[in-house]
Every structure is written in C-alpha cells, then in structure tokens.
T-cell receptor
Framework: GQNIDQPTEMTATEGAIVQINCTYQ??????LFWYQQHAGEAPTFLSY??LDGLEEKGRFSSFLSRSKGYSYLLLKELQMKDSASYLC??????????WGAGTKLIIKP | DAEITQSPRHKITETGRQVTLACHQT?????MFWYRQDLGHGLRLIHY???????NKGEVSDGYSVSRSNTEDLPLTLESAASSQTSVYFC????????????FGEGSRLTVL
C-alpha cells in the first residue's frame, strides 16, 4: 500500500530552526510537495521537489532523497505565525497526490 | 484575482438528507478535486475531474457524487447523509502543468446529526 509518515506534533522556540521529516512509500514518484495549513484554514502550497537535493525559498527549505524515500522541511528563524500544520504529499505514478496526516508545529516564545 | 470558493462554509443536517456542497473556481483550471479532512487522517480524495463531463472516483467515494457541466463548478452531493460523513470538506483545483500544486477553497464544515 501507499504510505506517508510524518511526526504528529513538534514544538520549537521562536527564532530557532526546526526540521520536519517525511518518509514515503508510494507506487511511483512524480514529486514531493509541502503544504502549510493554519488552524481552521485551507492548505496552501509551500514547496516542491522532484530531484534529489535542497530547494530553498526564503526561510523555508525542502530536501529530497528519492533513494531513501525521505524528505524534510526546514524552517529557519521561526516566527509565531509559523505555528501551523505542515502536510507532506507525494504525486504517485497516476499523478494523484497521496497525503500524510500532517505535523502540527507549535512555536513557543 | 482568481479564486476558488465553497459554499456553504458551515452546515448542519440530519441523517438521510441530501446535501450539496458547491465549489466555484475562476482560475480556469481543468483539474478539480474534492477532499475530506478528519483528525488523524491525511486529506482523503473523494472525487476528481480533469475537465468538463469527466468525473472519477477517489479512495473514499461511497455515498458521494459529483458532476462537471462547466469548467468553473464541481458540486459535491451526499445522496443520503450519514454521521460518518461529518467532516471538513475541501475543494481544490490545479492547472494541467502543475499536477501537485493545488489551490484550495476555504473549506465546508459539515455536521450530520
């Protein structure tokens, strides 16, 4: 079956760095996506990796290793507004998104 | 600005009633999706459409139906609402060249009593 695993919850301190991991086992791979979802709101697209390596976008970076079925989202200089759930999703061989359950990130002052 | 809107945002209904959730997008996207989101689960795909008159079942399609008569709209119908369908429903759309980059509506919270 298809499976995406990510931690349920993480806590970090304002101004610090946090890494949210995602491992996947899917039928085929056409890209890995990270979305941010604030409580009570819709998910919004953050980043996309299709090749191995690091993609940087301001304070957010996303890394992919296809051979290990592994990705992480790195958030630097954490701000209170970064408190949200972060969803990992893989585009499978049928070009369907398979979603992880999300990681709730709590930022403490 | 282009957008995707859902209505109603909140609805309470009774078991056995028919319910329709509306989704309207002005992105001119061919691809539209309906998901449900429940605690402890990832987003689960209910139905999707790749264009007018095209509809497909997702992993949790039982008890739901959709129709696509134009590019902008993909209404989701619950034929006979059940308590297990209490959830938050998200509509989303994407362009043909950005399969994984979805634009989501604000969500519709449905409670079935």
């Amino acid at each position: 079956g298809q499976n995406i695993d990510q931690p349920t919850e993480m806590t970090a301190t304002e101004g610090a760095i946090v890494q949210i991991n995602c491992t996947y086992q899917t039928s085929g791979f056409n890209g890995l996506f990270w979305y941010q979802q604030h409580a009570g709101e819709a998910p919004t697209f953050l980043s996309y990796n299709v090749l191995d390596g690091l993609e940087e976008k301001g304070r957010f970076s996303s890394f992919l290793s296809r051979s290990k079925g592994y990705s992480y989202l790195l958030l630097k200089e954490l701000q209170m507004k970064d408190s949200a759930s972060y969803l990992c999703a893989v585009l499978d061989s049928n070009y369907q998104l398979i979603w992880g359950a999300g990681t709730k990130l709590i930022i403490k002052p | 600005d282009a957008e995707i809107t859902q209505s109603p945002r909140h609805k309470i209904t009774e078991t056995g009633r028919q319910v329709t959730l509306a989704c309207h997008q002005t992105w001119n996207h061919n691809n539209m999706f309906w998901y449900r989101q429940d605690l402890g689960h990832g987003l689960r795909l209910i139905h999707y459409s790749y264009g007018v008159q095209d509809t497909n079942k997702g992993e949790v399609s039982d008890g739901y139906s959709v129709s696509r008569s134009n590019t902008e709209d993909l209404p989701l119908t619950l034929e006979s609402a059940a308590s297990s369908q209490t959830s938050v429903y998200f509509c989303a759309s994407s362009g043909d060249s950005e399969a994984g980059e979805l634009f989501f509506g604000e969500g519709s919270r449905l409670t079935v009593l």
